[in-house]
């Protein structure tokens, strides 16, 4: 079952290195760096790995805690929403400009959260003795500030041991391994609200026609007699050119945790207004996190419909979401509760598909029945030989091909191959991933 990562939030007032010390961390260039205070308006949500380890960093907008302007005190808010969030946040200061007046209500902010904070004091680029000017952070009453160096590397390591050593990575999950964790994601108001209450019987969600009611990700439990579940409810996805308010950028991050932490996503759709290319951006993270996943066309009832009005619609839908072809097609109303007990059979269904695990044996009785019926390519009178298969994991289904030759082992092939997978063994609603992997050359 998919297991929440710990959450550590980089914070701390605009321009003093936060998002190029969120890149070292995570080893990418992910978040946009830039000298001008207030860049980084979008949170960046990333993962990073350390000792083993995993856990999720936050980067966040610069804090200004007394700002006028309402987009610095929009990204105040949510800074603050990432701290509530957070298991431990990083305050990160200015070596260069020392102990500034923000910094000091910044650090009283993070000390009424109750939230464990670990100081970072950036732009100590050079090694050796440490500046007199460094022991002024002490001031801040945050315990020993870390020297760190988000341009060089230096100190990274003793940063996230600090962070590692506030973090509990066996607490056991809310939820246990019998409930399966849902998350309700797609674009604003399609009805993933007005679905949740409905599966769960009661107003749980604030329902209404204008977009973007729902502003955090909240669990909501349910039992019943196909099973246990826990439905986040996310906030709807926007394309990003039309999020205008920040706080909405802070949803859509909490959606793709949602997503992150979930078994299976239902990817829901308004059939009145049918497939859009925000849809696929939508479904496109829930298949690249190796999700099981339902398409759910919602408001179907207020659709003029006749005989071939539902084959039409999941052609059409065949078509936009051809990247998922996996994916089944559910067609409901929340508002009537049309379809919505057979949704609770499909994700049964699909958890079970995507926790599928194939015997070795079974995996290489069909590899050469597939490269008998489908010879392997060749290149320059070279042909690509494949020595066996086997699957390692689960969730999803990931199929190692050893062969002698990378190279040859062409997309189309690999293609091939994943379709006899899925013809022999089914994976309906679940992604798949194969790795290729060379196993010496021939002689």
């Not at 105040?76 to 910094?103: E, F, N, P």
């Not at 970072?120 to 022991?135: C, H, I, M, Q, W």
């Not at 508002?335 to 079974?362: C, D, H, P």
């Not at 091939?416 to 021939?442: A, C, H, M, S, W």
Request: aromatic content about 8%.
């Amino acid at each position: 079952m998919a297991q929440r990562l710990p959450l550590i939030a980089i914070v701390g007032r605009p321009n003093v290195g936060k998002s190029t010390l969120f890149n070292k961390l995570v080893g990418a260039r992910v978040s946009i760096v830039q000298d001008t205070p207030g860049v980084t308006r979008d949170r960046v949500y990333y993962p990073c790995e350390w000792r083993g380890k995993q856990v999720m960093l936050v980067d966040t907008g610069g804090i200004e805690p007394n700002t006028g302007d309402l987009l610095l005190s929009q990204m105040r808010r949510q800074a603050q929403l990432a701290i509530d969030r957070a298991d431990v946040a990083v305050l990160v200061t200015d070596l260069q400009t020392g102990v500034t007046a923000t910094d000091q209500e910044v650090a009283a902010m993070l000390q009424r959260s109750g939230k464990p904070v670990v100081l970072a004091v950036n732009k100590v680029d050079r090694l050796g003795s440490l500046p007199p000017e460094f022991y002024e952070f002490y001031n801040l009453g945050l315990g020993d500030p870390i020297p760190v160096s988000s341009v060089h590397g230096h100190g990274t390591g003793d940063l996230l041991d600090a962070c590692f050593a506030h973090l509990d990575f066996d607490a056991p999950e809310e939820y246990g391994e019998d409930y399966i964790k849902v998350a309700v994601i797609g674009k604003p108001n399609v009805g993933k609200s007005s679905l949740v209450n409905r599966v769960c019987g009661e107003e749980r969600m604030i329902v209404a026609d204008q977009a973007g009611t729902t502003r955090d990700a909240s669990d909501t439990p349910v039992e019943n007699q196909w099973g246990r579940y826990v439905f986040i409810d996310t906030a709807g996805i926007r394309r990003k050119s039309r999020v205008e308010e920040e706080i909405e950028r802070y949803s859509v991050l909490r959606a793709y945790m949602a997503v992150d932490r979930s078994d299976v996503c239902v990817i829901m759709l308004d059939a009145t207004e049918g497939f859009t290319e925000q849809d696929s951006k939508v479904a496109g993270y829930a298949h690249e996190q190796g999700k099981g996943c339902i398409i759910v066309v919602n408001k179907w009832d207020a659709v003029e419909k006749d005989g071939r009005t539902m084959d039409e619609m999941r052609k059409k839908l065949e078509v936009g979401f051809s990247f998922m072809s996996y994916a089944p097609m559910l067609f409901i109303s929340a508002k009537t509760g049309q379809r919505v007990e057979k949704l609770f059979e499909l994700i049964n269904y699909v958890n079970n598909q995507n926790a599928v695990r194939i015997s070795t044996g079974k995996l290489n009785d069909l590899l050469a029945y597939a490269t008998a019926r489908v010879q392997p390519p060749t290149d320059r009178g070279k042909r690509l030989k494949i020595y066996y298969c086997t699957q390692p994991t689960t969730r999803p289904p990931t199929f190692i091909f050893f062969c002698n030759d990378k190279e040859l082992f062409h997309f189309s092939y690999q293609r091939y191959l994943e379709n006899q997978i899925r013809e022999t063994f089914g994976l309906e609603g679940t992604p798949i991933r194969v790795v290729v992997r060379e196993r010496g050359k021939d002689n």
